[in-house]
C-alpha cells in the first residue's frame, strides 16, 4: 500500500476507535445511572429502566468487541509506536472496564428485579446504598470525561475520590448487618444488599483503573495500581 494510503489508512482506523470509545463510555454512563434508579421509589420508572439496562449490556459487550478487533487490526497491519500505540492498548484496557461496568450495572438490576419492593424499601441502608451508587456514576463520569480530554492531571483526583467511596462501603456493609440483625429487613434482601454495595464499589474501582490507563497513555509513565486498602493517590500512606 502507498505511503500516503497507508497514513489515511490509519488515521480512519484512530478516528473510528475514538468514536467507538467514546460511544462505549456514554452507554456505559447511562447503565449505571439506571440500575440506580431502579432501587429508589420511582415505581413508573423501575421497569423500563431495568429493560433499557439489559439491553445496554448487550450494545456495550458487541461494541467492546468491535474496538478489540479495531485495536488488533490497527496494530497487525500498521505497527503503530510512541503515543499511537498507547492510545490503542489503552483503549482496548479501558474496553474492559467499561464493559464490566456495564455487567455491574445488569447484575445490580437483577437483584433489584428479584427483591421487588424490598429493594425499594426506606431504610437507612437502601438510602446510602443510592447515595453510593450516586458517588459511583460521579467518579465513572469523571474518569471517562478525563479520558476522553487527554487529561492526566485530573487522576490523582479521581483516585482521592475513591477512599470516601470506600468508607461509605464500609459504613454501608455495618448498616445492612444492623438492619438484618434488627429484623428491619430480611436476611435475603440484606444478603442482596451487600452484593451490590460491592459492585458500586467495584464500578468505583474499575473508574480508578480508567484514570490511571489514562496517565499511561498521555505520560507514557504506568503509575502504580492502588492497593486494596491502602489510602490516598496511587496507595500512598494519608
Not at 83 to 90: E, F, H, V
Not at 132 to 158: C, H, M, P, Q, S
Request: aromatic share 4%.
Amino acid at each position: 500500500m502507498p505511503i500516503v494510503a497507508e497514513r489515511k489508512a490509519f488515521s480512519a482506523g484512530l478516528d473510528e476507535l475514538n468514536e467507538n470509545m467514546a460511544t462505549l463510555a456514554e452507554l456505559a454512563k447511562l447503565s449505571i445511572r439506571k440500575a440506580v434508579a431502579t432501587l429508589e421509589t420511582r415505581p413508573e420508572a423501575i421497569a423500563s429502566d431495568g429493560r433499557d439496562v439489559f439491553a445496554l449490556d448487550q450494545e456495550i459487550y458487541a461494541l467492546k468487541q468491535q474496538v478489540v478487533k479495531g485495536c488488533v487490526d490497527l496494530i497487525a497491519l500498521h505497527a503503530p509506536v510512541a503515543k499511537d500505540l498507547r492510545l490503542i492498548t489503552t483503549s482496548l484496557e479501558i474496553s474492559t472496564d467499561l464493559d464490566r461496568i456495564g455487567r455491574y450495572s445488569r447484575d445490580i438490576v437483577e437483584i433489584s428485579n428479584l427483591l421487588g419492593e424490598e429493594a425499594r424499601s426506606p431504610t437507612a441502608a437502601n438510602v446510602d446504598l443510592v447515595r453510593l451508587g450516586n458517588l459511583a456514576i460521579d467518579i465513572v463520569d469523571r474518569a471517562l470525561t478525563a479520558f476522553a480530554a487527554r487529561d492526566a492531571e485530573a487522576v490523582a483526583d479521581i483516585v482521592r475520590r475513591d477512599d470516601p467511596i470506600d468508607d461509605l462501603h464500609d459504613k454501608v456493609f455495618r448498616e445492612i448487618i444492623e438492619r438484618m440483625t434488627d429484623h428491619s429487613i430480611s436476611p435475603r434482601a440484606g444478603a442482596e444488599f451487600v452484593l451490590i454495595n460491592r459492585y458500586f464499589e467495584r464500578l468505583a474501582d474499575h473508574a480508578v483503573n480508567i484514570g490511571l490507563h489514562v496517565t499511561y497513555m498521555v505520560t507514557g509513565v504506568r503509575p502504580r495500581v492502588k492497593a486494596e486498602g491502602a489510602k490516598g493517590p496511587f496507595g500512598d500512606p494519608s
